[in-house]
């Protein structure tokens, strides 16, 4: 199993949700859900993992929590 980090571009409260691939370590996702009460953050971890094909708890959100940039960990098999 192999550490690996993924830079997130957050776009919350966007009318088109979606995942946009801007490198294999970098993407920018857009998810319905306000930047409010953690709403958005958990939208992007289940996009994340939903992408990833992994559980949404397979992922950590490392830095960026109130920040549009966010740093995710994860393991891949």
Known sequence: MT???LTVHAKPGSRKPGVEKLSEREW?????EPATEGK???AILRAVAR???LPPSALRLVRGEGARTKLLEFERT
């Open 3 to 5: 550490l690996e980090r």
């Open 28 to 32: 920018t996702v857009r998810v319905r």
């Open 51 to 53: 992408e990833l094909g």
């Open 40 to 42: 958005a953050n958990a």
